[in-house]
């Protein structure tokens, strides 16, 4: 089992920046491939990154290639999602996820909420 605890989130002005932080309880966080994804109100869950186990590979969604960068540090069970450039169009909850390979969601958090100002 492992907990996933998001935080970071805030209001920010367009251009702005924001580091969002998830956060896994548990011994083998090494051994989960991390994801963000997002949900703004009256739309579905969408994919934003991903990152491989030992963070040598990342993925991410065309809508923030660019301006989004997510990383990990296994020594302290945390993603990071670095966001910059941000838009009105990027305000949503943001919610990690973990599982044991590429496209496989095993655990999610409980979200962080995003306002992105114009």
């Known amino acids: 089992q492992v907990r996933l605890v998001e935080s970071g989130g805030g209001l920010v002005q367009a251009g702005g920046s924001l580091r969002l932080s998830c956060a896994a309880s548990?011994?083998?966080?090494?051994?989960?491939?991390m994801d963000w994804f997002r949900q703004a109100p009256g739309k579905e869950r969408e994919f934003v990154a991903a990152?491989?186990?030992?963070?040598?590979?990342?993925d991410y969604a065309d809508s923030v290639k660019g301006r989004f960068a997510i990383s990990r540090d296994n020594a302290k069970n945390t993603v990071y999602l670095q966001m910059n450039s941000l838009k009105p169009e990027d305000t949503a909850v943001y919610y990690c996820?973990?599982?044991?390979?590429?496209?496989?969601?095993?655990?999610w958090g409980q979200g962080t909420q995003v306002t992105v100002s114009s």
């Open positions: 548990g011994r083998t966080f090494s051994s989960y491939v």
């Open positions: 990152i491989s186990w030992s963070g040598g590979r990342t």
């Open positions: 996820a973990a599982g044991p390979g590429w496209n496989q969601y095993v655990y």
